[in-house]
């Protein structure tokens, strides 16, 4: 069974913290996407790691995929009351039929003014 | 922007009936998802659909649980006898190959 475990899985942070959230598994992936989820909406792609060791910005957040493809980590500098919502990780493998994803749990992330 | 659309939004049904949820993909994806996530829990992979066919499920995608694309645009998952445990946000995803799956909003379906 392939598992993705993120941590922590609660956060609730002032604004201005830096703070970061890990996704890790013991399979390898073929690329790990990070998700933001508000409630009552459906997940929303943030970014998509693809090759080991791989770094990608989106303004204030760094995601990064472990060079063994097994974990990844979204770091977020200066965090604001915007960023709260649900952070989720979810892993894909190549295969002939697309391949589904495996989700984490999610992080839930308070940003307090 | 292109996206995944979902209808309807929120669907109440009666414990034993019969309910579809639809989903327009985006229109050159190729592989088509539906997930499900129960309040407070995390996204649940239910069935993975290509070239007209199942090409993945997982255990909660029994036989009360179908799928069917019936056009070239709509996607669609029925439960035969709904549940109260069937009660949950369902996301329909679509994708082109091994790239980056986009979700739509989800139907919440509540089983009384």
């Known amino acids: 069974t392939q598992l993705l475990e993120q941590s922590p899985q609660f956060l609730s942070i002032q604004e201005g913290e830096n703070l970061t959230v890990y996704c890790n598994s013991s399979s390898v992936f073929s690329s790990l996407q990070w998700y933001r989820q508000e409630p009552g909406e459906g997940p929303v792609l943030l970014v998509t790691v693809v090759t080991g060791g791989e770094v990608k910005k989106l303004k204030r957040l760094t995601f990064q995929f472990g060079d063994a493809r097994k974990d990844s980590s979204l770091h977020i500098t200066a965090a604001q009351p915007g960023d709260t919502g649900l952070y989720l990780c979810?892993?894909?493998?190549?295969?002939?039929?697309?391949?589904?994803?495996?989700f984490g749990q999610g992080t839930e992330l308070s940003v307090k003014p | 922007e292109p996206e995944v659309t979902q209808t309807p939004s929120h669907q109440v049904t009666q414990m034993g009936q019969e309910v579809i949820l639809r989903c327009v993909p985006i229109s050159n994806h190729l592989y088509f998802y539906w997930y499900r996530q129960i309040l407070g829990q995390k996204v649940e992979f239910l069935v993975s659909?290509?070239?007209?066919?199942?090409?993945?499920k997982s255990e909660i995608f029994d036989d009360q649980f179908s799928v069917e694309r019936p056009d070239g645009s709509n996607f669609t998952l029925k439960i035969r006898s709904t549940k109260l445990e069937d009660s949950a946000m369902y996301f329909c995803a679509s994708r082109v190959r091994n790239t980056e799956a986009f979700f739509g909003q989800g139907t919440r379906l509540t089983v009384v």
């Open positions: 979810a892993g894909g493998k190549r295969d002939n039929q697309g391949g589904k994803l495996i």
């Open positions: 659909f290509y070239n007209n066919e199942i090409s993945e």
